[in-house]
């Protein structure tokens, strides 16, 4: 079984990141900056969670994208003992859980295809289908989730279509359905009358589907805004964002602690005189005389150009304000009258002053995209 790892569709590899565990000798050494990922935090997390559904409800953690840029591997294996299943999105991505021993069920977004079918039999992969022909592509043996589409219009299988699909479900004795689900698309606004309609609407379906399988529905945004409204037969729930400690949407939500820090040093300072420019473009004057420091950080690791001249970092516990355009490897910092020493840490994200949602609000995006972007290059040091 193990040759067969290396076998994934070139279409289908995803990229994890190369440095899942780094030794902090080799990062401090050679490294200019990593990212830190405070597993403590994740455990409260899920405590948040927990408290908020439904005693007894089960928890099948998104960890797609190599969890949101957190490192699937070093998550999964924390989270293991406190779960029940993980969701990906790509079978490649349970490929590489299975190889780095991650035994719970592992539900696939994705709908299978004919070059990525066969691993959902080899490493026991849960698929997601939402029409007959996803049936057709699994080995006998395979078991599966079907997907519903009530209002997301993007995977599920569409209302209408539900009959013929149920119709193929009943001819496949050879392949086990074991849970039916959908998604929200507006759950991260706690005013929304969508996820009332889109849940009215999963209560007539799901009714078509064995009592035994699982039922789920909730993301991040239902777990936090619309636990109350989640009918207390819905086994299961899929939390993403919130698992590393950001809200789904613009509430903040008190109880969820971000994992990631982003570290960095000061790499080189420099005298600038009142009215100097700095950096391309010109689009930074110095306010006074002072000094003006660099990391080596730029948005080819992640940091939003869109950031330049409005983000704020940390040294010694005091905020400084980012200046001049970031550029691909090199971002400045005014540091007014400090002559801030080389190789002093310098912070770009922690979990409180810096955080990856307010880059997400001042860039016009989402947290989900700030971690996710922060590049596989960046190594990932693993904490708490
Ligand atoms: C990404 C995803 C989730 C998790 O969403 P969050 O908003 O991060 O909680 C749940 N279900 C599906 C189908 C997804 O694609």
Redesign the pocket.
Same mark, same amino acid.
Request: aromatic content about 14%; overall charge positive; charged content about 15%.
């Given at each position: 079984m193990a040759s067969e790892y290396i076998e994934l569709p070139p279409d289908d590899a995803t990229k994890l990141s190369p440095n899942v565990h780094p030794s902090l000798e080799v990062d401090q050494a050679s490294l200019d900056q990593h990212v830190s990922i405070d597993l403590s935090k994740l455990d409260q997390n899920i405590e948040a969670i927990t408290n908020t559904v439904a005693p007894n409800t089960q928890l099948w953690p =998104?960890i797609?994208d190599d969890a949101y840029g957190h490192g699937a591997i070093p998550i999964a294996k924390r989270l293991a003992p406190q779960v029940h299943g993980f #969701?990906v999105v790509r079978p490649s991505e349970g490929v590489r859980l299975r190889d780095a021993g991650i035994r719970l069920p592992i539900l696939v977004?994705e709908p299978p295809n004919e070059r990525t079918a066969p691993f959902y039999s080899t490493h026991d992969l849960m698929a997601s289908v939402s029409h007959s022909r996803h049936l057709d592509l699994l080995q006998p043996g395979c078991s599966y989730h079907v997907n519903i589409d009530t209002g997301m219009k993007r995977l599920g299988a569409p209302i209408e279509e539900l009959p013929a699909l149920l119709q193929a479900i009943q001819k496949r004795k050879d392949i086990y359905g074991k849970g039916v689900y959908t998604?929200f698309y507006k759950a991260d606004d706690p005013g929304s009358s969508t996820v009332a309609e889109q849940l009215d609407l999963f209560q007539r379906l799901q009714s078509q589907f064995p009592t035994e399988w699982l039922r789920h529905t909730a993301?991040? @945004?239902a777990i936090f805004h619309y636990a109350k409204q989640l009918p207390l037969s819905f086994d299961a729930v899929?939390? @993403? =964002? #919130?698992l590393y400690g950001y809200s789904?949407g613009d509430q903040a939500i008190d109880s969820l602690r971000p994992l990631l820090s982003w570290q960095s040093r000061l790499v080189h300072h420099q005298p600038v005189k009142k009215g100097e420019s700095v950096s391309y473009g010109a689009r930074w004057r110095a306010p006074r005389d002072g000094w003006v420091g660099v990391i080596p950080v730029g948005y080819a690791h992640g940091l939003p150009r869109l950031l330049s001249n409005k983000m704020q970092l940390c040294i010694n516990n005091e905020l400084y304000e980012q200046v001049g355009s970031i550029t691909m490897d090199f971002t400045l910092i005014w540091l007014g009258e400090d002559k801030v020493p080389l190789e002093t840490p310098v912070f770009l994200l922690d979990a409180e002053h810096l955080r990856a949602n307010v880059w997400a609000e001042k860039t016009q995006t989402i947290a989900?995209e700030i971690t996710t972007r922060i590049s596989p290059k960046v190594p990932r040091v693993y904490v708490g």
């Open positions: =998104v797609k #969701c977004f998604h993301n991040s @945004g899929r939390p @993403g =964002v #919130c789904a989900y």
